[in-house]
């Protein structure tokens, strides 16, 4: 079946404008997740969101950073204002339930100018 | 001390060999353990999963779990240059905790 999709892969922006990264997860995982990867580093975690329940955000490095899931499905990550630090890959996964394996996209490589 | 805690290498062993990747965490409760793959410009790929001690063998692949020593341990025998990637060791009670992974090169 169709795997976790994200779209754009890539992006190309300017420092201070808004950027949008969508994830489609693969249906019927409920749990939901955002990674940051940074050019030879490990997974930051940003976001995750399991079903209806509020999301744990405890990840997100500034108030720049927002995500929503709508529908319990599709999710956007938004940053606001980027900076060039901002610059990395973005990964989104999901899982069936919060202790079982995630499956990944394939990113969303965001460079900042 | 990190949660999750991996060799960064780089791990280098010649082709045909068996290659040992090492995997230790902090939290005691843990409950399920997970080995990822990811070549160089690519997201991970689940290659294992393992949840009692002992081993768990798929293939060339090879899980080992201690949950007494909190060590996980992937081996890969007959190592094929294809082998060649960062393994990251992803260990889960109520959360995933992702370690920063070991780079794995196979020499021909």
């Known amino acids: 079946g169709a795997g976790v999709s994200q779209s754009p892969s890539n992006k190309v922006t300017e420092k201070g404008k808004d950027v949008e990264l969508r994830c489609d997860p693969i249906s019927g995982h409920t749990a939901l997740y955002w990674y940051r990867q940074s050019l030879g580093q490990g997974l930051e975690f940003l976001i995750y969101?399991?079903?209806?329940?509020?999301?744990?955000k405890s990840g997100l490095p500034s108030d720049r950073f927002s995500a929503e899931r709508t529908g319990g499905s599709v999710s956007t990550l938004t940053i606001q204002r980027t900076q060039q630090e901002d610059s990395a890959v973005y990964l989104c996964?999901?899982?069936?339930?919060?202790?079982?394996?995630?499956?990944f996209g394939d990113g969303t490589r965001l460079s900042i100018l | 001390q990190k949660e999750v805690e991996q060799n960064s290498g780089p791990l280098s062993v010649p082709e045909g060999a068996i290659a040992s990747l090492n995997c230790t965490y902090s939290d005691r409760g843990s409950q399920s353990f997970f080995w990822y793959r990811q070549y160089s410009g690519k997201s991970p790929e689940l290659i294992m999963s393992i949840y009692s001690n002992g081993d768990k063998e798929d293939g060339r692949f090879t899980a080992q779990l201690n949950k007494a020593s909190q060590y996980v341990s992937l081996l890969i025998r007959d190592s094929q240059p294809s082998d060649s990637a960062t393994y990251l060791c992803?260990?889960?009670?109520?959360?995933?905790?992702f370690g920063a992974g070991t780079r794995l090169t196979v020499k021909p």
């Open positions: 969101f399991q079903g209806n329940s509020a999301p744990d």
């Open positions: 992803a260990v889960n009670k109520e959360d995933m905790r």
């Open positions: 996964a999901s899982s069936t339930h919060r202790n079982q394996p995630q499956h």
